[in-house]
């Protein structure tokens, strides 16, 4: 199964492969820790996306928090 996170633009920034029977949710937190957003300028890239938007899988409040 493939898990995905994507730029608004529907590009791919990160991608996990699990087993068909793994859950959505318990993967959020695994995607997420992939996503590296280039900076235009120098410094690091930034991990943690302004806004996440997701289906009723992800909703648990662990993955909102």
């Known amino acids: 199964m493939l ?3 994507v730029e608004q633009g529907q ?3 990160a991608i996990v492969v699990t087993a068909g029977q793994r859950g959505d949710s318990p993967q959020f937190e695994s995607v997420l820790e992939k996503v ?3 900076r235009i300028g120098p410094g690091r890239p930034r991990i943690r996306p302004d ?3 997701a289906d ?3 909703a648990s409040r ?3 928090a």
């Open 3 to 5: 898990h995905l996170a």
């Open 11 to 13: 590009k791919p920034t």
């Open 36 to 38: 590296r957003v280039p």
């Open 51 to 53: 806004r996440v938007r």
């Open 56 to 58: 009723k899988a992800y």
């Open 62 to 64: 662990k993955n909102r």
